[in-house]
């Protein structure tokens, strides 16, 4: 039960995390600013620290508090490191690591 419980956590977060950040909320301000940072997906986004941000035009304390606050909704956080298995697993789908 406990491994089938960890399959299932690891396979809804995998689809978060492939999910388009123009659909958690975020202002148009904020997209545009992630959109010129190649910032597409959640993935994307929870893998950039906020010295990332910092080098951004225009991306100020609103901008990183809506970000952090959508991200916190879900459960996610920035600077996530992901183990190389579970990308390729649940967010690549590609088992094993297999092209």
Request: with cysteine; aromatic share 8%.
């Amino acid at each position: 039960m406990y491994i089938e419980r960890l399959i299932k956590e690891a396979t809804e977060t995998g689809e978060l995390l492939k999910t388009n950040v123009d659909e958690i909320g975020l202002s148009d301000g904020v997209l545009s600013k992630l959109e010129r940072m190649g910032v597409l997906t959640i993935f994307d986004l929870v893998q950039k620290t906020k010295m990332d941000f910092i080098r951004v035009r225009g991306f100020g304390k609103i901008s990183m508090s809506q970000v952090e606050s959508r991200l916190k909704e879900h459960g996610l956080c920035l600077g996530m490191a992901f183990d190389f298995d579970f990308v390729n697993d649940f967010v690549l789908n590609k088992p094993g690591g297999k092209s």
